[in-house]
């Protein structure tokens, strides 16, 4: 998500809050459905749970759309919304106050290789891949968090409890496999006669 | 590759890279050429993000129905306020009956009300949720609030069950109740709604209602509030009765003897039994109607037998409540919980009568004192 984007919500958050405008409600769910989704069913495992969740998310805010515009931080807003709902909705976390990052069943995207196999070519895609599905799950969730859906630091930390330096050092972690794997496959192999 | 140049990498990807940092990690780069190309493949694969699919219109359709059924709700959605008084008032002497030794003092009752605490994490978020599948369900302890497609509003009690049969098309909207909830029905003169219970139908155009008929209880009992209502027992189809509103029929099984106080209503449902008109009790203080509380997460009770207020205690908190005494059964109480704990509810029936009480696990055991 790039550095504007911010500048896109508060616009849309003053449209729906003054003006009830549908259609920059509308962008606003189209920009954040998908994302939440998977947020909602890495939580509780069921893409139908997920779907209803993110439309009861979008549903409260429209139904609070007259104070959407003092919301500072919408993003984060979004997510700790989905959050709370996903654990409320769904069944077997219906014990906790607060979900086992362990129990996250997160789903990556894949790193697609480049058209060119210039830079990313497929066995190096494949290899950075299978070390992002093996990460331990917290990290997993961390990564996913900081790097498909843009989210701060922060913000990640306040939306799974936990610390910031947590948040730091799981991703330093990932890098640091990532790296290794990547060091490892580019070392020159020995010809053999 | 340590894990400092792995951190400093890593905060360089995620963009949130302090000054001091860049200069350490230029440092490194310049201690160390071979780790220009990992940060370049780093960042390909870190940049390599999907857009996400377009949007279905279905999907679109779909939400904005939602939007419309909320913003169509006949009822402002309400705070739940809770009270922060705490005092007792006395009730006119003939609105109950108490027994005997256990009894304080003889003419006055006490209602007592307490402070509000989160005493129960898991009720249910207080939005309300748009009619999805044909089938509603809560656990004991918790309470849910439902759409359903006709623009009806269902609030449920715990441990209990609803279940669409007929809603969108047909002559009549139906459903099926198990255990309790207080119905705003959509108007609707052209298409009557029923409500199907166990023993019990019930069926109303356009009308505010309490209903509840629990699997194990001794009584089944439909509340009016407004609009008109027609009820009548499965196993006495021919006795209808007409309520008007603020009145309540309660239906209770005749055992063989005639004596009304036989526990359970029969598991057959064609079993004999009498109903019984009684007006609706509303609280003096607030014109809250006592069937309606529950909607309000307050738990109350009004001449009831002990036995009844553990029925109720055992949904709203969900534990097994048995006594080990019969007399204390039988016991009449009045009271009204906002917010208490299982054990501050306990306590708080020990001011009204002498008891003691075990708890184990889920399960509670009243004794005697």
């Not at chain 1, 449209?15 to 939580?43: G, N, P």
């Not at chain 1, 910031?164 to 020159?188: C, M, Y």
């Amino acid at each position: 998500m790039k550095m504007n984007d911010s500048a896109c919500f508060a616009e849309w958050q003053h449209r729906i809050a003054v003006h009830e405008d549908e259609e920059a409600f509308l962008h606003l769910y189209r920009y954040f459905r998908h994302r939440l989704e998977k947020f909602a069913f890495s939580i509780c495992h069921s893409k139908q749970d997920a779907e209803d969740i993110v439309e009861d998310v979008f549903v409260k805010i429209w139904a609070g759309r007259k104070t959407i515009d003092q919301v500072l931080n919408l993003k984060l807003y979004l997510y700790i919304a989905t959050r709370n709902f996903s654990i409320n909705y769904c069944k077997f976390n219906q014990r906790n106050e607060h979900f086992d990052p362990y129990d996250l069943k997160i789903e990556l995207q894949d790193i697609a290789p480049d058209p060119q196999q210039q830079f990313m070519n497929a066995e190096l895609a494949e290899i950075i891949n299978e070390v992002i599905k093996n990460l331990p799950t917290n990290c997993k969730a961390i990564y996913k968090l900081v790097k498909e859906d843009g989210l701060k630091h922060k913000e990640v930390a306040e939306i799974l409890h936990l610390s910031p330096k947590t948040v730091e050092n799981q991703l330093a972690i990932a890098v640091k496999r990532i790296a290794l794997a990547i060091g490892r496959e580019k070392k020159p192999k020995t010809k053999k006669i | 590759m340590n894990y400092r140049v792995a951190y400093l990498i890593s905060k360089k990807l995620s963009e949130e890279i302090t000054e001091n940092e860049t200069q350490e990690l230029n440092d490194c780069l310049a201690s160390d050429a071979s780790l220009y190309e990992t940060i370049s493949l780093l960042e390909i694969a870190w940049k390599n993000n999907q857009e996400p699919a377009t949007e279905t219109t279905e999907r679109i359709q779909k939400l904005m129905a939602q939007l419309r059924i909320e913003d169509d709700s006949p009822l402002k959605k309400e705070k739940t306020t809770f009270e922060f008084s705490r005092y007792r008032s006395a009730l006119p002497a003939g609105a109950f009956r108490f027994t005997g030794k256990w009894l304080a003092a003889a003419a006055i009752a006490l209602i007592i009300f307490f402070t509000w605490r989160f005493f129960y994490p898991q009720t249910v978020d207080n939005d309300m949720v748009a009619q999805r599948e044909n089938k509603v369900e809560t656990k004991a302890g918790n309470r849910t609030k439902v759409v359903l497609y006709d623009g009806t509003l269902v609030w449920l009690n715990g441990e209990s069950k609803l279940e669409i049969l007929q809603m969108n098309e047909g002559k009549t909207r139906e459903v099926f109740l198990l255990g309790e909830a207080y119905f705003e029905v959509h108007s609707n003169p052209s298409r009557p709604f029923i409500i199907h219970t166990k023993n019990t139908r019930v069926k109303v155009t356009g009308t505010t209602l309490n209903v509840r008929d629990y699997p194990g209880e001794e009584k089944a009992e439909t509340s009016l509030l407004s609009g008109q209502a027609e009820v009548f027992a499965v196993a006495n189809p021919q006795k209808i009765v007409k309520l008007l509103p603020n009145q309540k029929v309660v239906f209770r099984h005749l055992d063989v003897q005639g004596n009304k106080e036989s526990s359970v209503m029969p598991s057959n449902p064609l079993a004999e039994v009498v109903s019984e008109i009684v007006p609706v009790a509303y609280y003096p203080f607030d014109s809250l109607p006592v069937e309606k509380a529950w909607v309000n997460d307050q738990l109350t009770f009004f001449d009831e037998s002990f036995r009844e207020v553990a029925n109720k205690m055992e949904k709203w908190y969900g534990v097994k409540i048995i006594f080990e005494n019969k007399t204390l059964e039988q016991e009449r109480l009045n009271g009204k919980f906002t917010g208490e704990s299982l054990e501050e509810a306990l306590q708080a029936l020990q001011f009204m009568l002498k008891f003691n009480y075990l708890i184990k696990d889920k399960t509670i055991i009243i004794k005697q004192l």
